[in-house]
């Protein structure tokens, strides 16, 4: 587990996958928020974008996440649950998020998605050169 959150957090970017209305994946790229000991990733994103019509819908989602200097990789299987909590909301609050935001933390269209892990499988390929692997699968 350590690996993976290390991996996450070293990362600016995950790739969220989500089900689109006729059940084919779409993916699209986030920016990783702080992840803390308990694996439980989260974004934010607008309420008004098709990946929230899309949880609303189907709730399962993947996240893969990869690291191209070292090539370890994680995709996680998971539960998304869409959060409004203002508390929450201020705490992961990024300045950038304003271009998006205009109203700040209370924009109304601003929201979090929390990921809840249920399978992980962690890659580490090794030195290209040798090619060892470690190949780790986490059931939470």
Not at 8 to 13: F, H, Q
Request: charged residues 25%.
């Amino acid at each position: 587990k350590k690996k993976v959150v290390a991996l996450i957090n070293r990362n600016r970017y995950s790739k969220l996958i989500t089900f689109g209305p006729d059940n084919a994946p779409r993916g699209r790229i986030m920016t990783n928020l702080p992840l803390g000991k308990d694996m439980v990733i989260w974004f934010a994103t607008g309420l008004s974008t098709s990946k929230i019509r899309d949880i609303k819908k189907n709730p399962n989602v993947s996240v893969f996440v990869d690291d191209p200097d070292d090539l370890t990789n994680a995709s996680i299987a998971g539960k998304a649950e869409i959060v409004t909590d203002a508390r929450l909301l201020k705490k992961f609050w990024q300045e950038p998020f304003g271009f998006f935001f205009p109203g700040g933390p209370a924009d109304p269209d601003y929201c979090l998605l929390k990921i809840t892990p249920k399978k992980v499988e962690y890659l580490d390929p090794g030195p290209t050169f040798y090619q060892t692997r470690v190949r780790t699968i986490i059931t939470m």
